[in-house]
């Protein structure tokens, strides 16, 4: 029975969950069995589901299903010259279909990688200006055994660092796949973080709202679909790269303000200037995306349980959008990820000591520097206010000669969550370590269950944030249940809060201690305040079949596909309580059904 879970990147690949039932009926067991091969084989004989592709009614779709957004290309009307410098810029290209234009580069006539670990052979293939990614086993004689295919329809990052290959399927939930591709040492093909195991958990990853949110622009959706307790599907059109409007804000008003013949004024007031505001605005308009304290099970944030995933408009307190976690001081203090950027930032001596400094202090958001441009736009920002001591420190013979500050203050540094790529370190340290300990080659963690950090939770940005959101940050991944979960209680029914997010994750941490039965009211209570909640309703109707509910558990389940009618999850687990219910041809249907939306879906 399929049970949605927060996963991190590199979890090990979900185990079997216990039956619907704590009968013994092996004549069930068999039977689900045998349903579940029939339907997975019945859907390469159904008739081939539509590729997801604009409806007919997406012309009133909206990015962020927000009407105050436009076609990003609409600024370069204006702006072509900011528009074609910020075009090579790494945000700009961090997604983009998979064309001939736009893999050949990398991809060239075909790519073979042999994984030692799974025994498993990949390959990327172009057939016809499509491209398809491939897994499969060699049998005794060298014949491929087991393959699997998807084709990829998207590539995620710029290559500056990495790319990574995405498969949609037909009811818009995107995939990735394992084989990825890194920059270092000229390029070079390897498993995508948490699949270098020998067990993974296969085609199955998907792209959360947050990896689409932080990688691109506002996709096209349907007003609502970003909401608390929805999954994240986006069937219709994805943009290519982040655009102005992530930083500037839905940029309509702006230009019907120019249309209309508006005061230079009234259009500059239409648009938000991140130079136009106090810095702690300006950084915040970065850390949207740029602030992870940690990759691995914490949780490193909370987006409120009132907002939308993409309802963040630049400009607006981030601490009204989302709460940042970390771990509690001197554990792991010495980690340093791939999106470490603000987080290292924030930590450095010189954010601290400076009143003003931001991101756009050393960086330009709309080109980028290099080389020898580079280092003295660098070495001109650290002058402001080093100067003075740098002439002090070089006359003396205590400092080189020279302004390449950042080859020293700001070295290259082995990620640890993403082992084959090397990022910039901003931490700015006083002496860092030698190249050679901090570009050494490490090996793939796979962190589990076991493994991960247990402790508490403790703030990072805000400060001080909502109790109600540093309790629920304690049972969010699990990390601190014991403690967390009577917390959370506690100030749940002392506030009242009307979001039902908070009591789902109650629900969650007594689920995941084991307490099932204490965890039913609270799945009630959560659904009580947002009947809509999909992911709440599902897991209180698995709740519910554990426990031998099997009729009340088809009605929630019933419910969930009435606020997603093609939902696979709700489908596979609506097919295994219908089985434990001796109904084979009701379950082989809605398993048909979970197959058309999800080919995956019966994994």
Known sequence: MAKRRRKAASSPPPQPPPPVSSGSNKALIVGAVVLAVSAAALYYLLPPAEEAAPAAEEVRLHPAGDPGFV?????????????????????????????????????????????????????????????????????????????????????????????????????????????????????????????????????????????????????????????????????????????????????????????????????????????????????????????????????????????????????????????????????????????????????????????????????????VYRGEEAQARFAKACATCHESAIAEQTAAGRHPQGADCVACHMPQRRTDDVVNVVMTDHSIPRRPPPAEKLLAPLEEIAESDDDAYKGEVVPLYPAEPDPLYLATAQVYEGANLQEGTPRLQELLEKEQPPQAGFYHHLAEAYWKTGRTADALPWYREALAREAGHLIARRNYAFALAKTGALAEAEKELRAALEIAPDDPEALVNLGDVLIAQGRAAEAASALERALRADPDAIE
Not at 202 to 229: V, W
């Open 71 to 367: 076609d990003a290309a609409t600024c370069a009307g204006c702006h072509a010259e900011i528009a074609a410098t910020y075009a090579e810029t790494g945000m700009a290209r961090a997604f983009y279909p998979a064309t001939r234009e736009t893999m050949a580069g990398h991809v060239g006539s075909g790519v073979e990688y042999y994984h030692e670990r799974s025994k498993r052979h990949y390959s990327i293939v172009e057939r016809d200006g499509r491209y398809f990614h491939q897994r499969w086993m060699a049998g005794p004689d060298g014949t491929r055994t087991r393959q699997i295919e998807r084709e990829i329809h998207f590539v995620m990052g710029s290559g500056n660092h990495a790319r990574t290959y995405l498969h949609r399927q037909p009811n818009g939930k995107v995939i990735e796949l394992p084989l990825g591709w890194y920059s270092e040492n000229g390029g070079f093909f390897a498993m995508n973080p948490g699949f270098d195991q020998p067990r993974h958990g296969g085609i199955r990853r998907e792209i959360s709202f947050d990896c689409m949110g932080c990688h691109n622009g506002y996709p096209t959706i349907e007003r609502g679909a970003d909401a608390p307790g929805r999954d994240p599907l986006f069937a219709h059109e994805l943009p290519s790269g982040i655009d102005c409007q992530r930083c500037h804000g839905p940029g309509r008003a702006h230009v019907e303000a120019v249309a209309n013949g508006a005061s230079e004024e009234e259009i500059r007031a239409a648009m938000f200037n991140p130079d136009e505001v106090d810095a702690t605005r300006q950084l915040e308009v970065c850390l949207q995306c740029h602030l992870e304290s940690t990759s691995r099970k914490l949780p490193y944030a909370i987006r409120h349980f009132d907002r939308g995933a993409f309802s963040y408009r630049p400009g607006e307190p981030l601490a009204g959008f989302i709460s940042n976690f970390n771990h509690p001081e001197g554990v792991r203090e010495d980690k340093f990820e791939i999106a470490h950027h603000g987080y290292q930032f924030l930590r450095s001596q010189c954010f601290q000591n400076s009143a003003e400094m931001t991101c756009t202090t050393c960086h330009d958001a709309h080109q």
